[in-house]
């Protein structure tokens, strides 16, 4: 497969991981979100899972960025 070709399907696994990533962002943000309007603190956990989520889907779209550029490059 060529450098390009295999570029391309990188940066759709990466946009797939971020999708995914951020379904289970906001199954927990909806969990905090809850806590919030019925006045109770939020769970430990689930604080601790949206951070982490967050945190994740940041290096993912960190690491789609290079692969555009990288991408780019190679167009040139």
């Not at 943000?29 to 689930?46: H, M, R, T």
Request: net charge positive.
């Amino acid at each position: 497969m060529s450098k390009k070709g295999e570029l391309k399907r990188d940066i759709r696994d990466s946009e797939r991981e971020i999708e995914e990533l951020e379904k289970k962002r906001t199954r927990s943000q909806s969990v905090l979100l809850e806590a919030v309007v019925d006045g109770e603190k939020p769970n430990p956990v689930d604080v601790e899972y949206f951070k982490t989520f967050t945190k994740l889907i940041e290096i993912e779209r960190a690491n789609l960025k290079k692969l555009h550029e990288e991408l780019a490059k190679l167009g040139k």
